[in-house]
């Protein structure tokens, strides 16, 4: 599956939650104020219906980018809405039977509100992703202009045959055959095998550096892959791929990854 971009930034988390509740302050006074609704019953309708919106646009970041056609996303964001409705209609009921003739007079304030907060979202998404692949050329035009002299020459020496990491009283030791991908997770990088998971405070600069070219390939800002492990690229779009493991697990490539696992795999 690949990286959130809620969850691989801190900047991007913090950002996230300064917002929902920001929407959720602004949705409580529009409803208090034009929705007719009490301030306690405003306060519990506005947690509900932007609380379950902020979960579908949460759970959309796993699919962004892999929906190209304008129905798709457009049915996307009836879905969002819809079950925001439903549950501040839910709760509706449970509290106040009677306000359900003001509920209806305030669906075209609703559908408005949060039709802006998913086309608010999507563009977000969309700016991530490009700011995504503007960080990455800079890199590939600097290893062009580089030539011979750039190049970096790896020794046996500098390769890693094995990976420590301490886990309070333990130490495990992975050995890079057993390495299916690695994941950048904020300040940290998260080591998937077949066996589990384990997080080490270290870049994927150093492992980039420090693992065999020929065998790990770095196809996206926040993962490493092993070529090994590799069992087809999917296009889903223009310019959008995954990468599906032999264990299932589908990982986001980024144009310049592609091009990299082309390059490297010769397809």
Known sequence: MQTHPFIESVANRVAGIALTVVAFLVYTGLLYRYGQESGWIAAADSLVSI?????????????????????VQVLSAILALGISLAGAFELQILLVREAIPDFIDSIPLRVVFGALCWIILLQWYRINRIYEQQLEEPVEKDEKKGGPEMEIIETEDALLDRISVKDGTRIHIIHIDD??????????????????????????????????????????????????????????????????????????ASLNGYRLLKERLSL
């Open 179 to 252: 390495l299916l991908y690695i994941q950048a997770s904020g300040d940290y990088v998260t080591l998937f095998t077949s066996t589990g998971q384990y997080v080490k405070e270290q870049t994927m600069k150093y492992f980039e550096t420090h693992l065999s070219s020929a065998l790990f390939i770095r196809i996206h800002r926040s993962c490493i892959v092993n070529a090994e492990q590799i069992v087809r690229v999917e296009l889903f779009g223009k310019e959008n791929y995954q990468v599906r493991l032999k264990n299932g697990v589908c990982l986001r």
């Open 51 to 71: 609380g379950l919106l902020a979960v579908a646009g949460f759970l959309y970041g796993y699919i962004d980018g892999t929906l190209h056609a304008l129905q």
